[in-house]
DNA sequence: TTGTACGCGTTATCAA
DNA sequence: TTGATAACGCGTACAA
């Protein structure tokens, strides 16, 4: 609509130099109280916006921030991603969301890209590649995974926040254990990723504790997490493996989609076979039978996100701890 | 890991001068073989990348490209953005993506640091807000929409895609009817938008042509798409409705919830209602018992709003026809 | 409190 | 075929 303005020509219409006009946008230095109000009525008649390429051009990087995120149609990274993006908004950042696809290759160029972009941080959400050594030395958030696992020589300059992922497994076990079942499987999506390795590892400690034998053989790894891999791994378990009686899927896509083959098979759920997701999205929820799960904090996430990377980008960062860890709710529904 | 160097670093090291350097990375204007090698060498070795903040700023735009979308976690919208990013990056282009929540202020703010950002031009995926016009004079697809709707004074500089939402509203109905339904409802999401418009008229002819009479008081309006607004619907339709066999939802999220209610309920589907979505997502695939709904083609729409707006980004969009209807499909599933 | 002038890293113009 | 230099729009010493 409005043709762009640049701060000389504000300056010139206020009768003032660019370098005031530039005082009072970024409200630093002095200047006084009646110059301030001429230049902000101009400012706002005309609506003028700064030219962030200019500015971030200046101050060596800009007021955007990068997303790696394996796939941005699984709804519980969507919930991720949209709380994320809202915090990040009130704090004036924009996101650019990167789909890896759970592959090196696209992860790579994406990232190059958003180097050159000079974005002023990285926030990795349940990315497994470890392709990312060149992110270093700029304001790394890690959600839902754990960095270690992947890279060596780590820079120090990161922040993590994760769920009590060996308390989710836990309460999932438990939840299972009570409900009557005694045979037991698991479906993850990738044994190598911290989560996944936490959760098994409460859920055997579940299963040990009330006295219930785990067969490895009944932990079943997909590639890929959709409704399809769910159904896949369910078929398997139902063909493959004697006397299933519960399942416990580490994320509620692969559960919405084992769920659909049990019944359509007309394997009676809970009676039969118990089922347990992870992460509690709306699908879950809402679908009949609705989904017992482990519901994580995705709001909170986002939040924590947002204000830890804007913190570390301004060098706030000291007051935080560097690993955050929240807690999980088991959420009981008719599946168990 | 690399300390970031310029072109004129590069050009020291190559003995020649950034001018060089920046004809050869941008292969325009003349050079002798001899130093664009030596220039690729050094380009290749230190695995410089030019800033695209520098460069955009020069050049009055930068490689993004924003898009508006009312609702990320929604599974259509997501598989739409993922299809379009997925052709934009083959030709070089990031996304910003930005979440409305059918809210007409955040659209605004964002727009308004979008253009702030220079974005070479604007995707717009069935977003219902009009507060739009100062996009104006930047390349514009539409998605799923049509801008002409809400906006008066329309530039010429757009683009539309859709689908043949007539069709797949002619498609859902007759299925319906076909099943054996006589009494029907539908469920969208807002009256006002061409897509949905577009859907009842095909299927409101579609029951007209078998001879059924509607009820506009069937005709189920809710604010947002989501599986609890699916519930909510339905949970009025049985309660309010009389004598309904049959329920034709303009979105699978929609779809997905209302089915839920329904078997919750005991009421057996599709014996006693038939149920219809829209878009095809894979939940609906999964889920038991699955959806029968109508197809979207979404990687086309994704590969040909990528394709155009670069295409209009460079001045080259003489060759295609404006608007651009795409055929849909109905897939029959379970429900009817 | 204000203004001048430089530089951020590119591309494009013009002259050589 | 090259190279010096002027923009692009902004922030910020440094001077006034």
């Not at 300056?11 to 200047?31: D, L």
């Not at 519980?76 to 924009?94: D, P, S, T």
């Not at 890209?113 to 000079?118: G, R, S």
Request: glycine residues 6%; aromatic residues 6%; contains cysteine.
């Amino acid at each position: 609509m409005q043709e762009k303005l640049s701060v000389k020509e504000i300056a010139e219409m206020a009768g003032t130099s660019v370098a005031t006009v530039s005082r009072v946008i970024n409200q630093n230095g002095r200047f006084s109280k009646a110059t301030e109000k001429r230049v902000l009525e101009i400012i706002e008649q005309y609506n003028y916006q700064p030219n962030q390429l200019a500015r971030s051009l200046r101050v060596q990087h800009s007021q955007v921030i990068g997303i790696m995120v394996p796939d941005i149609t699984n709804e519980f990274f969507a919930n991720i991603i949209r709380a994320v993006q809202e915090h990040l908004l009130l704090q004036n950042y924009m996101t650019i969301i990167c789909n890896t696809n759970e592959s090196g290759i696209e992860a790579k160029k994406q990232l190059q890209m958003l180097l050159a972009q000079k974005v002023s941080g990285v926030i990795y959400i349940n990315n497994g590649e470890n392709d990312v050594l060149e992110s270093m030395n700029l304001p790394t958030v890690y959600i839902d995974r754990d960095p270690r696992e992947t890279q060596a020589n780590l820079d120090e300059n990161y922040a993590m926040i994760e769920c009590d992922n060996i308390q989710g497994g836990y309460l999932a076990g438990q939840e299972l254990v009570r409900k009557g079942a005694r045979k037991v499987a698991y479906v993850c999506y990738d044994k190598t990723l911290s989560t996944i390795k936490k959760r098994t590892q409460g859920f055997l400690t579940a299963l040990e504790e009330a006295g219930i034998a785990f067969d490895p053989a009944y932990g079943i790894d997909v590639e890929e997490v959709s409704t399809g891999e769910g159904i896949r791994a369910t078929e398997y378990i139902v063909n493959h493996l004697k006397d299933v009686d519960g399942i416990f899927y580490m994320s509620d896509v692969l559960a919405v989609g084992g769920l659909g083959y049990l019944l359509r098979n007309g394997i009676p759920v809970p009676e039969k076979i118990r089922v347990m997701g992870f992460d509690d999205i709306s699908t879950s929820r809402n679908i009949y039978p609705s989904l017992t799960t482990i519901r994580q904090p995705v709001e909170e996430f986002g939040c924590l996100a947002a204000l830890r990377i804007v913190d570390m980008i301004n060098g706030k960062d000291s007051t935080w701890q560097q690993r955050q860890r929240l807690p999980v709710e088991l959420i009981v529904r008719e599946t168990t």
